[in-house]
């Protein structure tokens, strides 16, 4: 079903107690006005994400690797978490059991005040040396010099992100699998459903009988399994649904 009206049976779930499951992807990052690879503008004008999203690549040229993420990095520190980081904190801050799994590097979920979260594909502000594992968090914008070396070992730091050709993190998509498996409500928010493994948490959503909502502006190969579609921004529709829920959005940190 597409609709821009939730169903009675979506708020009175959202109303309820029942463990819920949100995914976001890149689409819920869009809308605070990060570039994703798919625009193919912005800073990822004229890159290849194989040039710089690959072991391989990271291999060959680590200074060239690390001044796109640098650039990453100083992009997600100017923009701001969006209505739709704001009401997945608010939907945690009910208290419920709640889990985050978002497939985003950029930070702005935790900034919203979400605290209960998996990042799938790591994230921009941490960094992992490649000589000894130590991983650290780095919140500064800029890094200099370029590339980061390991304050410990002096081996050189890579960005603490999932690249192409690479696993997910086992235990952190271990815990969204079984979060998927037990949650009575799952949203699937702005992503395109077409990276896997992530997108076949939602599947398993539905195949253990979840409720399982998918929000974004266009159908996606997914839609038609959703229990519910609802189009549009998620910063639009995620507010829209907490109020019609009589869930407050200023409940999260
Ligand atoms: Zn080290």
């Known amino acids: 079903m597409t609709s821009i009206v939730p169903s009675a049976r979506l708020v009175g779930l959202l109303q309820g107690r ?3 499951l949100v995914l976001t992807g ?26 710089v999203a690959t072991p391989r690549a990271f291999a060959a040229d680590p200074e060239f690797v690390w001044r796109f993420y640098d650039a990453r990095r100083a ?26 799994a978002t497939q985003n590097v950029d930070g702005l979920h935790e900034r919203a005040g979400s605290r209960s979260l998996v990042r799938l594909h790591g994230s921009l502000w941490r960094l992992r040396c490649t000589r000894c594992g130590d991983e650290h968090e780095d919140l500064r914008p800029k890094l200099a010099p370029l590339p980061p070396h390991c304050a410990a070992c002096g081996g050189m730091l890579r960005p603490g992100v999932v690249w192409f050709e690479e696993p997910l993190p086992m235990i952190e998509f271990a815990r969204a699998e079984r979060a ?3 949650a009575e409500l799952v949203f699937v928010v702005g992503t395109s459903s077409l ?3 992530a997108a076949s948490l939602q599947t398993v959503g539905v195949s253990s ?6 929000i974004n502006p266009v159908r996606t190969p997914f839609s038609d399994d959703a229990s519910e579609h609802l189009s549009g921004p998620a910063g639009v529709v995620l507010p829209a649904l907490l ?3 009589g869930i407050p959005m200023d409940r999260a940190a």
């Open 18 to 20: 029942g463990p819920v």
């Open 26 to 51: 890149a689409g819920v990052s869009q809308e605070s006005g990060i570039a994703t690879f798919r625009d193919a503008s912005g800073i990822w004008e004229g890159i290849d994400p194989m040039q």
């Open 75 to 100: 992009q997600a520190a100017t923009v701001e978490p969006n209505p739709a980081h704001h009401a997945v904190a608010a939907i945690e801050a009910t208290g419920r059991t709640f889990l985050l």
């Open 180 to 182: 998927a498996r037990e």
């Open 195 to 197: 990276v896997y493994p």
């Open 209 to 214: 009988g979840g409720y399982v909502v998918e």
């Open 243 to 245: 109020k019609a829920a």
